[in-house]
C-alpha cells in the first residue's frame, strides 16, 4: 500500500497550488507509520527510530524502489534495514571505512548518513543543473537502488560473471603476476559511475545501477543533453544489465531510444565489417619490427561519397605527448609510466604517419563478428575513446592487449580470446590467437575469426621497391620495340634517376619529357599504342620512387625538429598533462561536437614544432636540412615532367586504367604470397629433434635436443603475421641437448640467443647516403656450454655487414656474405679467457616447391680469434648447418614443419697442423662435433 503512496512529480514540480501542496504534505506526515509498515510487508525494507520519521527519506525510498523493476523491489538475503545518522557525509553515503561503513550484520543494515556535497568531480559531473535540494534527493534514491542491487548481486554473482569483469577489465588477485588484489584494468576515475565503483567489480556494478536506474533527468528532464546521458554513454554495461536482469526473470529493461551523436557518428545500419590492421616492420629499421596493431571499421558507401582519406580508423596508442625519446622514455614505456588510450582518427592520418613518413606497410585482416559483435565494436570503440585509459606496459599491455581487451568487450556468448602470453604479448602473436579462434559464419561454416586480406595499404617505400622492378622491365620490353639508339636517352635520364644526389635526379627529370617524346617517335606505327602506355608506365613509377624519397626526407626534417625543440627543454607537452587535457575534453559530449579533436598524433608535432622557439641546427642536421630541401625540388621537377607528358604525348593513355591494372598486378602478387606462406608468426615456437653426434672417427651417440623460442623468425620466412621476409629476430632463443642414457641423461650443451636481429635490406639506390646504406647488417647476443669445450660457458656479442650477392624480389631465395667481429668470454670454474676477432660468414636460403615456405638453408661462418688469458694466442672456429625446412600441411588444428638438419662445428689452432696432404684423417688440433638430426615442430 505504502508503494501506491509515491510523490506524484519531482521535487522541483510548480503544477500544484502551494497549499494544495501543503496539504497533502501534511496528509503524508501522518501517514509516516502506516507507509513506513508497508514498506516492510512489501519489500522486507526496515526503516527504524529517525528513518522512520523523516518524511523526505521515506518518500526518496519509495521513489528508488519504484525506480527498479517490480520484481527486483524486494531484494534476496531477508530483511534490510536503513539506518540514519545525524553526522554529515559526501553524497550521505559510507565509504567503507569505520568512521563511516556502508553495510554492517552481514548485509543486514545499509547506513545513511546526513547529506553533504562531495568534490568527487565524476559523482557530479552530469548534476551541475540540478538544485542541492534536488542533489540530495537523487543520491538518497541511488543509495535505495545502492542497497539493493547489492543483494541482488550477492545473491546472483553478476559482478563475478565475465560478462562484466570484462567491460572495465577486472582482474582477480594472483589472476595476473603481481597481482594482489581485485583491481580494474582502466585506470581512470571518469570510467566509473564514482570513486566507490573502482574499488571492486560488484561495487562497480552497483554504483552503476545507481546512475541508470536513477539519472540526472530523472529529476530534472533538462538535467543532461541527450548525448550525455548515461544511457547513451555508458552502452555496453547497460546491455549487460539488462541481459542480467532478464535472465533472471527480473525485468525487462526499456532500450536507449535515440542518441544523435553515437548514432551518427556509427552508421551502424550502413556497417560492412570490421578490420585488424597490422602496421609491418619496415625490414630495415629493427624499432619497428614488432608491429603495431589497429582497427578499422569498414562502411558500405553510401549516397555522401566519402573519401578514402576520410575513413576511420581506431588507434591503441600510448599516450606519451612531445616527451623526448631517451632513456627515461624507455623505462615509463616499460614500467607503466603512460596510459594507452583509444584514439578515433582518419585513414589519411595513418597513412602520413605510418605509410609515408615511417614508410611501413600496412596488412590487412578481416574479423569475422556477427551483426550483433560488430556493432558492439562499435559501441565499446564510442566508450573507450572517452573512457579506456589502460596501463601501457610494452611487453605485456599493449596495442595487442588493448585490441583484444576492446574485443572481449563485444563478443557474444560469453566467448573470450585469451592473450597469447602471460610476461610478453606480441602483436602478431595476437593474430595468430585470432586466427586459431574458430566461429560459426552465417552459412553455418566454422571459419577462423581473422582472416588475411590479400591487399595491403602499401607505404611508400615498399612501393617505390616495386616501381624500381617495374622500371627494370619496362625498360626490357621497350627494347624489344624501339630501336637502340632511340631508347639511349631514357636510359641515360634512368641512370641519372638512380642517383642518391637529390641535384642528379633533378636534372634527370628536367631531361625525362625530351628522352620520352624521342622513344615514341621512334615507335613503328603498330606498336606505338604499346609503347606510349609503357613510356607512361615508366614516368609514373619514376615519380613513385621520388614520393619516396620526399617522405623519407619529410620524415628527417621532423626528426631534427623535435629533436631542436627539446634540447630547449620545455616543460609543455607532458604525457599526464596531455591525458588530462584529453579527459576534459571528451567529458561534455556537446562541447565536444563543437570543437574538432586532432588527434593525429604527426599533426599535432607539427603544429607544436611550428610555433615553438628551436635552437639553431647543428652542422650534421643543417647537411639533412638542405638535403630534404633539394629533395623536395626533384620531386617538384618530377611532377612538372609527368604533367607536361600526360598533358601532351601521353595524353591517350587513360591513367585510370593504369592505376587499376596496378593494383591488380599488387593485389595478385599479394595472394600468391599469401598461399604459399606461413600463416603463423614465430613467436613461441618450440622443435624437438633427435638425431646422432659423431664426435670422432667411428664414434657415434644419439641425442636429443629441444629448441624453444620466444621470437625465431629466420631470413626469408613467408609468414601471414610476421615480419618482413628480409629480416631474422630471434629472443630468448635457446637449445637444450642431452644423450640419453640409462638414469640421468648427460646434457651436452646449450645454447641461448638473448635477442638476435638481420635485414639484408638495403636503403633504395635514391635514399642510400653511405656505403652502409646499401648493405644489410645484422647483431647477436647470447651465451652457450659445450661440455666438451676447455673452457665450457661463454658468453659472446658479435655484429656485421651482410652483403646480397643474389636474391629474389621477397628474399624466398638469397645468397650472402657477412663481414664482422665477434667478442666472446670464455670461462670455467678455474679460469676465464676473453677472445676478439672477426667474423666472416655465408648465408643462403633455395625456397623449395610446395605451401609453407618449405626451403633449403645453409649457414656457416669462420671466427679467427685472438685469446687472452692462461693459454693466449690465435684459435678458430668453423661451423656450418645444412637444414630442410619441409612443411607438411595441416593436420587436424596443428601446422607440422619437419626440420632434418646436418651440422659441422669445430675449434682448435692451426698451428701444428701440417696441412691437408699430410694429416687428411682428421681436422687440426682441437675438438669438432658432427651431428645428424630430425626436427619436429607442431604449431
Known sequence: ????????????????????????????????????????????????????????????????????????????????????????????????????????????????????????????????????????????????VHAVMQRWDDAKRWSRRRQWRRLDGWILPFERPLTWKESAS?????????????????????????????????????????????????????????????????????????????????????????????????????????????????????????????????????????????????????????????????????????????????????????????????????????????????????????????????????????????????????????????????????????????????????????????????????????????????????????????????????????????????????????????????????????????????????????????????????????????????????ALQRKLAVLDRTAVLQQALDAATKRPPTPEELKVLVRAERTEAAFAAATDAQGLLNDGPLADVDPRAFLARDHARKTEGEATWARGALRESGASRTVVSAGMDFPGVGDARPVVSLRTSAMNEALGDARLHGFQSSSELRVLDGELSVEPRWGVPRILGSRLTLVGYRTLLPELPQQQRSVSDALGWGAEAGMSTDSERLLPYRMSVQAEALGVVASSERFDTFLAVGLGARATMDWSAFQNAPAVGPRLSLSHRAGLPGPGGSALRLEAAYVPAWRAGTTSGFTHEADATLQVEWYLGRVAHWSVLLTPRAQVHWEGRLASWSGPANNRASLPEGWARRRLALGVELR
Open 1 to 144: 500500500m505504502g508503494l501506491l503512496v509515491l510523490l506524484a512529480l519531482p521535487v522541483g514540480a510548480r503544477a500544484q497550488e502551494p497549499s494544495q501542496a501543503a496539504n497533502e504534505a501534511q496528509d503524508a506526515e501522518l501517514n509516516l507509520p502506516s507507509r513506513v509498515a508497508a514498506l516492510e510487508a512489501s519489500t522486507g525494507i526496515i526503516l527504524r527510530d529517525a528513518a522512520a520519521r523523516d518524511a523526505a527519506l521515506i518518500s526518496d525510498v519509495e521513489a528508488g524502489l519504484a525506480a527498479l523493476p517490480p520484481a527486483m523491489r524486494r531484494p534476496p538475503g531477508g530483511r534490510l534495514e536503513f539506518v540514519l545518522h545525524p553526522e554529515p557525509a559526501p553524497l550521505g553515503l559510507g565509504d567503507g571505512s569505520e568512521a563511516r561503513p556502508d553495510w554492517s550484520g552481514d548485509r543486514e543494515q545499509f547506513h545513511l548518513y546526513r547529506y553533504a556535497p562531495t568534490q568527487e568531480r565524476r559523482a557530479t559531473l552530469r548534476l551541475s543543473r540540478l538544485t542541492e535540494v534536488e542533489a540530495e534527493h537523487l543520491w538518497r534514491r541511488r543509495a535505495v
Open 186 to 590: 582502466i585506470t581512470y576515475a571518469g570510467a566509473f559511475s564514482r570513486a566507490r565503483g573502482q574499488v571492486s567489480a560488484s561495487l562497480d556494478l552497483v554504483t552503476f545501477a545507481e546512475e541508470l536506474f536513477i539519472p540526472a533527468e530523472s529529476l530534472r528532464a533538462d538535467a543532461l543533453p541527450v548525448d550525455d546521458q548515461v544511457r547513451c554513454q555508458e552502452l555496453s554495461k547497460a546491455r549487460a544489465l539488462s541481459e542480467f536482469l532478464a535472465q533472471a526473470h527480473l525485468g525487462d529493461l526499456p532500450g536507449r531510444g535515440d542518441c544523435p551523436a553515437f548514432d551518427a557518428w556509427a552508421e551502424a545500419d550502413a556497417l560492412s565489417h570490421l578490420e585488424v590492421l597490422l602496421v609491418a616492420a619496415t625490414g630495415r629499421q629493427p624499432q619497428s619490427l614488432f608491429g603495431h596493431i589497429l582497427l578499422r571499421p569498414v562502411w558500405r558507401e553510401g549516397t555522401v561519397v566519402q573519401g578514402p582519406g576520410f575513413e576511420r580508423v581506431v588507434q591503441l596508442v600510448a599516450l606519451t605527448g612531445l616527451e623526448s625519446k631517451g632513456l627515461g622514455y624507455l623505462v615509463k614505456g616499460m614500467t607503466g609510466g603512460y596510459s594507452t588510450v583509444f584514439l578515433t582518427g582518419t585513414l589519411g592520418d595513418i597513412a602520413h604517419e605510418s605509410l609515408e613518413l615511417e614508410q611501413r606497410t600496412i596488412r590487412r585482416f578481416r574479423l569475422n563478428l556477427t551483426p550483433g559483435e560488430a556493432r558492439r565494436m562499435l559501441e565499446r570503440t564510442w566508450e573507450l575513446e572517452r573512457r579506456g585509459y589502460l596501463g601501457y606496459y610494452f611487453f605485456t599491455d599493449n596495442c595487442a592487449a588493448a585490441l583484444l581487451f576492446l574485443l572481449n568487450g563485444a563478443l557474444e556468448d560469453d566467448r573470450h580470446v585469451r592473450a597469447p602470453g602471460t610476461l610478453w604479448v606480441l602483436p602478431t602473436a595476437t593474430l595468430d590467437t585470432l586466427a586459431k579462434t574458430e566461429v560459426v559464419d552465417a552459412d553455418g561454416r566454422a571459419v577462423s575469426l581473422l582472416e588475411h586480406v590479400p591487399d595491403a595499404f602499401e607505404s611508400t617505400g615498399d612501393r617505390a621497391r616495386r616501381a624500381l622492378t617495374e622500371q627494370e622491365q619496362l625498360l626490357t620490353k621497350l627494347a624489344t620495340l624501339l630501336p637502340a639508339q632511340a631508347l639511349a636517352p631514357l636510359r641515360g635520364v634512368h641512370r641519372l634517376l638512380q642517383s642518391a644526389e637529390p641535384d642528379v635526379r633533378r636534372d634527370g627529370y628536367e631531361h625525362l619529357t625530351h628522352a620520352v617524346t624521342t622513344a615514341l617517335d621512334s615507335a613503328r606505327p603498330t606498336s606505338r599504342a604499346e609503347v606510349r602506355e609503357a613510356l607512361h608506365a615508366y614516368v609514373a613509377h619514376a615519380v613513385r620512387v621520388e614520393r619516396a624519397a620526399v617522405d623519407r626526407a619529410e620524415a628527417e626534417k621532423l626528426t631534427i625538429d623535435r629533436e631542436r625543440l627539446l634540447a630547449l627543454d620545455l616543460k609543455e607537452g607532458k604525457a599526464a598533462d596531455g591525458a588530462l587535457d584529453r579527459q576534459r575534453l571528451f567529458e561534455r559530449e556537446d
